[in-house]
C-alpha cells in the first residue's frame, strides 16, 4: 500500500532554517510528480510546492525564493529545504502523492 512518511518538522526561530523530508513507498516513485502541502490553523490547505517525474518545480509565491523541493528517486524520497522562515510559515506541512496523504509534520516558528 502507499505510504508517505514526513519528518523533519520542529520549533525553530524566524530567519531560521528547516529541511522536511518524505519516505514514499508503495508506488514507483520514479514515474510521479511529488507535492509538497501546508494548513495552518483556522486556515485551508495550500500548495507549496510540486516537483515534477523530471525534477521540474513549482512554488507558491510566498515561498518563491525561500524554499526548495528536491527529489532522490534512488532514496524514494521527496525534500523541502526551507530558509528564511517566517512566523507565517507556521503549519503543519503533508507530503502528497497519486491522492495519497502522509500525517503531516508540524513547522513552528517563533521567538
Known amino acids: 500500500q502507499v505510504q508517505l512518511v514526513e519528518a523533519g518538522g520542529g520549533l525553530v526561530q524566524p530567519g531560521g532554517s528547516l529541511r522536511l523530508s518524505c519516505a514514499a513507498s508503495?508506488?514507483?516513485?520514479?514515474?510521479?510528480?511529488m507535492s509538497w502541502y501546508r494548513q495552518a490553523p483556522g486556515k485551508e490547505r495550500e500548495l507549496v510546492a510540486r516537483?515534477?517525474?523530471?525534477?521540474?518545480?513549482n512554488y507558491a509565491d510566498s515561498v518563491k525564493g525561500r524554499f526548495t523541493i528536491s527529489r532522490d528517486n534512488g532514496k524514494n524520497t521527496v525534500y523541502l529545504q526551507m530558509n528564511s522562515l517566517k512566523p507565517e510559515d507556521t503549519a503543519v506541512y503533508y507530503c502528497?502523492?497519486?491522492?495519497?496523504w502522509g500525517q503531516g509534520t508540524l513547522v513552528t516558528v517563533s521567538s
Open positions: 516537483i515534477a517525474e523530471n525534477h521540474g518545480t
Open positions: 508503495g508506488f514507483t516513485f520514479s514515474r510521479h510528480s
Open positions: 502528497n502523492a497519486i491522492g495519497y
